[in-house]
């Protein structure tokens, strides 16, 4: 019975780790802090060609 609570608590601890390797690989390095508002820009970037 405690072989079962073992491979639980490892199984528990792999999932933990995994979640924290995947959460810190997905950090995002080259964004731009702030908000991107991609409407206003596309209304902008159309503007600029003549288009409304």
């Known amino acids: ?9 490892a199984v528990g601890v ?3 780790v995994a ?3 995947l959460r810190t690989k997905r950090h995002d390095v080259d964004s ?3 908000r991107f508002d991609f409407d206003r820009y ?5 503007s600029q060609r003549g288009h409304v």
């Open 1 to 9: 019975m405690e072989w079962i609570i073992g491979i639980a608590l």
């Open 14 to 16: 792999l999932a933990l």
């Open 19 to 21: 979640i924290f390797v």
């Open 32 to 34: 731009v802090p702030g």
């Open 42 to 46: 596309k209304e902008g970037e159309l």
